[in-house]
């Protein structure tokens, strides 16, 4: 009995040693190979390194550091890649795993085109480095970093966003380029999709101001832009959009049109209150005299607002009756209450011309009582040109003097050589046009016409001494005693036709007294002409008619004019 329970005992033992035997081969053909990835839980957590138990003999080591400072917890579950065993162990690396697993990752998102996670983490040339994750970083173009253009490179350092993947490798390398805009376009659409599928005309919706431009600013609506034009700001004019809202600034709005197809979104913040043109003609009419506060200037006038939304604008030609206005700002500033006169209005443009001048008295209504042809008035001399000057008569009421009516004896060649901005001067009004805005003055008028008194006086045929003034080409300018100045054309200077104007002039200098004939008066077009040649023919008649004159005196009829010429010969 005892041989037969030792047999049995045996036979069980042997059994036993059998089975755990079977075991331990089934446990090594199914432990995990080299270059396998392998999951485990974590057992213990020291400075160095991470045990995971992954069902070998022994527990497995990664290296704390492959954890990045995020170390796990005891019983945490993780996945690693085994390298290997040595003395204490099978050898286990996290980042590899990692790695493996990201480069998996990617060929699949790759083929399926599906977006992967990234941040932004570097400027580089013509783009970005993106992480990826696991030290793997690819290439961003800067044209596809964005749904918008980047302005400033530096503005998206740091953004975590969704990449689609363009490219996996070049040159037979891991070298991924990478897509943001395409991703953002795409959830962009999304939503603006979903936003025509549940907004209507007249809802109110939410957005933030992104940027502004000529004719308005866009409202961000949560990834896709409305616009609000510039026209739909207020019922009033508007000059700015910044003068209404400010960038950032998050405001309510009414949605006034919606373009799926177009993708158009049209925003509106006049829409909050009721159209104040409804009631314009109710209000005004062509003729009222209504006040009004300046809200702007331009070079060309200025904008009144009549009311809140009601807006009209003062044409610089309307500003003033009399005076010339070159700049709005001389007349008017912003805020100032003016009363104005209603010239005209478009309700459908929403426009309203206005008149400052019109609530004022028109002084050219009046003036040809006051400066009636023939007044004597003072003024002073306001303006310099070529062919005279303005005189101011009064506060803005300007005449014009002619160079022609400053002088009745001076050729006066630049109004600038008698007159000077400031001076006060006495004129005569010459003419008065209220129609043409147009007053016409004089100096010399002021005083008789010396040409008629010349005229008087020295008769065509008379002669007279005068002075030389100047030599031109065409002949010699001689002044009369009173001051009247004539010419004595070149073939009037000599008597005898042989000897040419050069050389008959060398006689004769500027100051030199001549003695003239006067051929020709002309008082409306003051001229005068004289003669040397006639004079001295007109003083050899003279001679002869005192010889004759003398020998009928002494009875003796037979002296001659051969006799007469002889003397003067042998004179």
């Not at 026209?231 to 998050?250: C, I, L, T, Y």
């Amino acid at each position: 009995m005892e041989e037969m329970e030792v047999e049995k005992e045996e036979a069980q033992n042997s059994k036993g040693d059998f089975q755990t035997q079977l075991e331990e081969s089934l446990k090594e053909f199914n432990a995990p190979q080299a270059g396998q990835l392998v999951e485990g839980v974590v057992v213990q957590i020291t400075n160095d390194y991470v045990y995971v138990d992954i069902g070998d003999k022994s527990e497995g080591l990664i290296p704390a550091e492959e954890f990045a400072g995020d170390l796990p917890k005891e019983g945490d579950k993780v996945q690693a890649l085994l390298t290997g065993h040595n003395s204490s162990g099978p050898v286990l690396s996290k980042k590899k795993a990692d790695s493996k697993r990201y480069l998996k990752e990617v060929q699949q998102a790759y083929k399926d085109k599906t977006p992967v996670t990234g941040t932004i983490a570097k400027v580089v040339k013509s783009g970005y480095e993106v992480d990826l994750g696991v030290d793997r970083m690819a290439f961003l173009p800067i044209s596809q970093a964005d749904a918008e253009k980047v302005d400033k490179p530096e503005s998206l350092l740091g953004t975590k966003s969704k990449f689609y993947i363009e490219r996996l490798y070049s040159d037979n390398k891991l070298n991924p380029v990478v897509n943001r805009r395409k991703f953002l376009e795409e959830e962009i659409n999304e939503k603006r999709d979903a936003f025509f599928g549940s907004v209507q005309i007249g809802d109110t919706v939410k957005g933030t101001v992104k940027s502004f431009t000529s004719f308005g600013a866009f409202i961000d609506l949560g990834g896709f832009d409305g616009l609000r034009h510039i026209n739909d700001m207020s019922w009033g004019h508007v000059a700015r959009p910044k003068d209404f809202v400010k960038k950032g600034q998050e405001i309510e709005l009414k949605v006034i049109r919606l373009d799926p197809e177009d993708k158009r979104i049209n925003l509106s913040l006049k829409h909050f209150s009721e159209d104040p043109w409804v009631h314009f003609e109710e209000k005004y009419h062509v003729n009222d005299i209504v006040k009004g506060k300046v809200t702007k200037l331009t070079e060309f006038g200025a904008f009144v607002e009549l009311e809140k939304g009601i807006e009209g604008l003062v044409h610089i030609s309307e500003f003033s009756w009399t005076k010339k206005i070159n700049k709005p700002g001389d007349m008017v500033g912003v805020g100032d209450e003016v009363e104005v006169m209603i010239l005209g209005y478009d309700i459908q443009a929403g426009r309203v011309s206005l008149g400052l001048k019109q609530t004022q008295e028109n002084p050219w209504d009046s003036i040809a009582e006051r400066y009636a042809a023939g007044t004597k008035v003072k003024g002073k001399v306001v303006k310099v040109t070529n062919i005279g000057a303005f005189i101011a008569l009064e506060d803005g009421i300007d005449g014009f003097l002619h160079a022609d009516d400053i002088s009745w004896t001076k050729k006066v060649k630049h109004p600038g050589s008698e007159l000077s901005v400031g001076q006060e001067i006495d004129v005569v009004v010459l003419e008065c046009n209220p129609d043409d805005h147009k007053i016409k003055v004089g100096i010399k008028q002021l005083t008789d016409d010396p040409w008629k008194a010349f005229a008087n006086e020295y008769k065509p045929g008379s002669t007279l001494e005068g002075e030389i003034t100047s030599i031109t080409e065409f002949g010699l300018f001689v002044k009369a005693p009173n001051g009247i100045e004539g010419l004595v054309n070149k073939a009037n200077l000599s008597d005898d036709k042989e000897v040419p104007f050069e050389e008959a002039v060398t006689k004769y200098k500027v100051g030199d007294k001549i003695n003239v004939y006067v051929v020709d008066v002309n008082t409306e077009k003051e001229k005068v002409a004289f003669s040397v040649r006639e004079f001295k023919r007109k003083q050899q008649r003279d001679e002869i008619s005192q010889y004759m004159s003398n020998n009928d005196d002494d009875g003796d009829g037979a002296y001659t004019l051969g006799d007469l010429l002889n003397t003067k010969k042998n004179d």
